[in-house]
């Protein structure tokens, strides 16, 4: 345990986590910023290598969960809840739960980039944390962290959520338009992480922009910021 600074040994105390291998929490908490500029986790693979890893383990265990809460549901409620439970909304308010800013290492120039894409950031951070507990502690304690940590917001759903795309193509409906459209706008990031720019488009409407590591999660966001700009009409 030596070697490992006053906020990471404190997180660990949060998550229920000590890491038999420091160089592997080093890693989940290390900045793209930071890693670039030389200070990076174990053998240089650090935040974005076990963020793909964490990503997996997450709707893996989340999934095993919901099968578990909800016997009787099919294949599409269950993955309406799946998604809303490892979308970034989600992984930001875990984030938030454990405290996991003050550990992350993030290089000294970034600071206002940083500040900017906080949430992503931090949400990238916990499925980096994930992957790096499956791999220090196996997929038990993986498991251990994720239903302690996501069982709260599992039993707040009482309901199947809506999708915002689903949402939105009904409000379409009901006010005799045509169904939303979208497109992609850009493509950037490297080829094993690509991040789509997707516009929604519905007649008459101003165009939304909405940005993922998938083109099915950058319509949902386009779709979620064309509702948000609806409700606010509503409300004035």
């Known amino acids: 345990m030596s070697g490992i600074a006053p906020e990471r040994r404190a997180l660990e105390a949060r998550i229920g986590h000590s890491f038999a291998d420091p160089a592997l929490l080093t890693g989940a908490l290390t900045h793209p910023s930071a890693k670039h500029a030389g200070r990076s986790g174990r053998g240089g693979a650090g935040y974005e290598r076990l963020e793909f890893l964490g990503d997996r383990v997450l709707g893996l265990i989340v999934a095993e969960m919901l099968l578990e809460a909800f016997p009787k ?5 269950l993955s309406k809840r799946l998604v809303a439970l490892v979308r970034k909304e989600a992984l930001v308010e875990i984030a938030r739960q454990i405290d996991l800013l003050p550990a992350i290492d993030q290089a000294a120039g970034a600071g206002g980039a940083f500040a900017r894409q906080q949430e992503t950031a931090i949400a990238d951070g916990v499925e980096a944390l994930i992957g790096a507990i499956f791999q220090d502690g196996g997929f038990g304690a993986a498991r251990a962290f994720v239903r302690a940590w996501w069982t709260p917001m599992l039993k707040s759903a009482v309901a199947p959520p809506k999708d915002p795309k ?4 009904e409000w379409a409906q009901a006010q005799g338009l045509a169904l ?32 993922g590591r998938s083109k099915r999660i950058a319509e949902q966001a386009a779709a979620t910021a064309m509702l948000e700009a609806i409700d606010k009409e509503t409300d004035t």
């Open 73 to 77: 549901e099919n294949e599409g409620a």
């Open 166 to 169: 689903t949402t939105l193509q």
């Open 180 to 211: 939303p459209v979208y497109r992609v706008v850009k493509t950037d990031g490297p080829d094993h992480q690509p991040l789509f720019v997707i516009e929604a488009e519905i007649e008459g409407r101003p165009a939304t922009e909405g940005a």
